[in-house]
């Protein structure tokens, strides 16, 4: 069984920077490609950042330059660094790990406004 617990969401004004991260039970995930998905109100999810097992990333566009996903095996933890944020971004940002099928955490919410 895996469980995953996000941390580090917040009010941020644009333009500020937040670090989110999700710490993953069990033993699958130094194995596992995690990854950050957000929704936003009204919007379905979509993917932010993943990065595999080996460690290669990939970004969704409009993120590319600003923010950054990174784990630490050691940890069982995924970080997202978010930098330059818009309020475009403000969503609940949820953790995902895949290794045959999803789990998901529970979300933390980002809210980026004046």
């Known amino acids: 069984q895996v469980h995953l617990v996000e941390s580090g969401g917040g009010l941020v004004q644009p333009g500020g920077s937040l670090r989110l991260s999700c710490v993953a039970s069990g033993r699958l995930f130094s194995v596992s490609t995690m990854a950050w998905y957000r929704q936003a109100p009204g919007k379905e999810r979509e993917l932010v950042a993943r990065i595999s097992a080996g460690g290669s990333t990939r970004y969704a566009d409009s993120v590319k330059g600003r923010f950054t996903i990174s784990r630490d095996n050691a940890k069982n933890t995924v970080y997202l660094q978010m930098s330059s944020l818009k309020p475009e971004d403000t969503a609940v940002y949820y953790c995902?790990?895949?290794?045959?099928?999803?789990?998901w955490g529970k979300g933390t919410l980002v809210t980026v406004s004046p």
């Open positions: 995902n790990l895949f290794y045959g099928v999803d789990y």
